[in-house]
């Protein structure tokens, strides 16, 4: 069965530094990615996902996901937090094809200090 | 680009009573909407599938009867949480399957429903 997993619950980041968080999927063939942030209270709104193609792929607000195969990882990576960007982020994969239900990750909670 | 609206967005009722959410897509047609539980500081878990015209495939653990899904149209499906207990309290997430650019199937999500059962 596929999963997903954060190893991190809570990382703090100091504006202006660059960031990266974790993501590690369990999945017998090629998954279909997906990161989603989560604002206190709100939906999910979808960063960036890997379909296929290319394994560095850019999202939304300057962040980028790499999906490394031999790794089994998707890691999210912002060169330059902004205070706005604290929130929650998940870390999600759909198997068979894209547009089937997703399995989430547990979530990262991103704080960012001044 | 689309849009998936939930009504309400937040409910409080009583122990006991029957509370319907409904998820909509309001600018595509959606033969498939799944539902999605998220306690507070947790992740979203997938309670079932709803699929246009039948019924709705639940997941394991998740009581079909207590959680109720109408899927009557391509661009309305409803939860609706029967006799609802403090326990059921959570934010309850629609998403919608539609094509998106290059014919890719792609997921659009709800802003969510928080429900709180008193």
């Known amino acids: 069965a596929q999963s997903v997993t954060q190893p991190d619950i809570h990382i703090t980041v100091s504006e202006g530094a660059s960031l990266e968080l974790r993501c590690n999927y369990s999945?017998?063939?090629?998954?279909?990615l997906f990161w989603y942030v989560q604002s206190p209270g709100q939906g999910l709104q979808l960063l960036l996902k890997?379909?296929?193609?290319?394994?560095l792929v850019q999202g939304i607000k300057g962040f980028e996901a790499e999906f490394k195969r031999s790794q089994s990882s998707f890691n999210l990576r912002k060169p330059s937090v902004h205070w706005s960007d604290a929130a929650e982020y998940f870390c999600a994969v759909g198997a068979g094809q894209a547009g089937t239900a997703l399995i989430f990750g547990k979530g990262t909670t991103l704080s960012v200090s001044s | 680009g689309a849009v998936v609206s939930q009504h309400p967005s937040w409910v409080i009722c009583k122990s006991g009573t029957s509370v319907k959410i409904e998820c909509r897509s309001l600018d595509f047609q959606a033969t498939t909407m799944f539902w999605y539980r998220q306690f507070p500081k947790q992740s979203l878990m997938l309670m079932a599938t709803s699929n246009e015209g039948s019924k709705a495939t639940y997941e394991q653990g998740v009581e079909k009867d207590k959680f109720l899904i109408n899927h009557a149209s391509l661009t309305l499906s409803t939860l609706t949480v029967t006799s609802a207990h403090p326990e059921d309290s959570s934010f309850y997430i629609c998403?919608?399957?539609?094509?998106?650019?290059?014919?890719?199937?792609?997921?659009?999500f709800g802003a969510g429903s928080r429900l709180t059962v008193l």
């Open positions: 890997y379909f296929s193609g290319d394994t």
């Open positions: 998403s919608a399957r539609h094509t998106g650019l290059a014919g890719a199937n792609v997921l659009t």
């Open positions: 999945y017998g063939a090629t998954p279909y």
